[in-house]
């Protein structure tokens, strides 16, 4: 299996859904960098199950144990090593899918790929569950471009068909900024809160569950990081986005909507403004060729619903090579993308430090 992330700043994340523990190791962090371990502990937080209707009962505190590369919360320069420990499992609830495959979910093709020896305990590896690790490193790296006066931000863009306003793609208040980096439901109008838990809600109740969109936005960055072609920023973002479980589809700025304008829609007209060359749309999403413009890089993420739904449904008996119904049991996420907020943020931070 391959699960590590970045060529200059590695993360490599490690463990298993119902294993002892989850964790990360990052190589190649800046030594003397002091970490305010507190914001770490918020960013874990705002993504930890068992806090809420939307989300899994099951609850772990998700406290990250540092084994090595920090001292007196400050980088030493050497692998920062992180242990999460699995403290609450119902390996039990899994016994049924070691032969009956959950549709939409990675059992399958894990079967397949690793000749049935995959742990499939939670999901083993594919859960949403390494998800914990990967904030961990995320957080870290967020205070390094911070200090660089790089900012990341996300909010849930939709739950099903109920939609957020969308980040002003030019101007973006770094007090909203903060706002949604200490929101467990990330919202830019609040006041769509209560009908997006109600579609959620209704998911929950009818055993099903429910996805919706994710934007996110990163502010600070100058003009000229990243390259044409296979290294581009697109690219770069979209490779760690795509890392978390359930993402499904990804546009920068305009991005599918581009194809229904003319060259005279979709362009951004350039302009001087306090001596430095802004855009004064932002259809690119901050991206042009690959580099980036200056603008705020701008993105939206599909997530798909959470694939373990408490419905029958119909799959296949791989021992006996039969048709078969399925029922799955265990604790699972009506929806995802309010947990997934702080995920997004975390790789993108791991995607834009290795660009610098």
């Given at each position: 299996m391959s699960s590590t992330l970045g060529d200059k700043i590695k993360i490599s994340i490690f463990g298993e859904s119902h294993g002892n523990g989850i964790g990360v190791v990052a190589d190649g962090?800046?030594?003397?960098?002091?970490?305010?371990?507190?914001?770490?502990?918020?960013?874990?937080?705002?993504?930890?199950?068992?806090?809420?209707?939307?989300?899994?009962?099951?609850?772990?505190?998700?406290?990250?144990?540092?084994?090595?590369g920090?001292?007196?919360?400050?980088?030493?320069?050497?692998?920062?090593?992180?242990?999460?420990?699995?403290?609450?499992?119902?390996?039990?609830?899994?016994?049924?899918?070691?032969?009956?495959?959950?549709?939409?979910?990675?059992?399958y093709t894990a079967f397949v790929k690793y000749n049935g020896a995959n742990d499939i305990r939670g999901g083993g590896h594919f859960s949403g569950r390494l998800t914990a690790p990967i904030v961990f490193a995320g957080?870290?790296?967020?205070?390094?471009l911070e200090q660089k006066g790089i900012k990341i931000a996300a909010h849930i863009s939709s739950i099903g068909k109920v939609c957020d306003r969308n980040f002003d793609p030019v101007n973006i208040d770094n007090n909203?900024?903060?706002?949604?980096?200490?929101?467990?439901?990330?919202?830019?109008?609040?006041?769509?809160?209560?009908?997006?838990?109600?579609?959620?809600e209704s998911a929950r109740m009818s055993l099903d569950s429910v996805g919706g969109t994710i934007e996110c936005v990163v502010t600070g960055i100058d003009a000229g990081f990243g390259d044409p072609m296979f290294d581009g920023v697109e690219g770069v973002i979209a490779k760690a986005v795509f890392g978390v479980?359930?993402?499904?589809?990804?546009?920068?700025?305009?991005?599918?909507?581009?194809s229904q304008m003319r060259g005279s829609e979709s362009n951004d007209p350039?302009?001087?403004?306090?001596?430095?060359?802004?855009?004064?749309?932002?259809?690119?999403?901050?991206?042009?060729?690959?580099?980036?413009?200056?603008?705020p890089i701008i993105f939206k993420a599909a997530v798909k619903p959470t694939p373990s739904i408490s419905q029958k449904q119909q799959t296949v008996d791989l021992q006996t090579k039969q048709n078969a119904e399925l029922e799955i049991k265990g604790r699972h996420d009506p929806c995802i993308v309010p947990r997934a907020v702080p995920v997004i943020e975390a790789v993108t931070a791991i995607a834009?430090?290795?660009l610098m």
């Open positions: 962090l800046p030594a003397g960098v002091k970490i305010d371990f507190d914001k770490v502990l918020t960013q874990m937080a705002r993504r930890a199950p068992g806090k809420d209707k939307t989300a899994t009962p099951r609850k772990e505190s998700d406290l990250p144990r540092i084994l090595s920090m001292l007196d919360d400050t980088l030493t320069g050497a692998p920062l090593c992180a242990v999460i420990e699995n403290t609450n499992t119902r390996s039990g609830d899994y016994g049924n899918l070691l032969s009956c495959p959950r549709p939409g979910h990675s059992d957080a870290v790296c967020r205070q390094i909203l900024i903060d706002r949604l980096n200490l929101s467990s439901f990330a919202l830019i109008d609040q006041s769509a809160e209560d009908k997006m838990r109600e579609v959620v479980p359930a993402i499904k589809g990804i546009e920068f700025g305009k991005g599918f909507e581009l350039f302009e001087y403004k306090d001596g430095k060359v802004v855009t004064l749309t932002n259809n690119c999403g901050g991206i042009l060729g690959g580099i980036t413009n200056g603008m834009i430090i290795n």
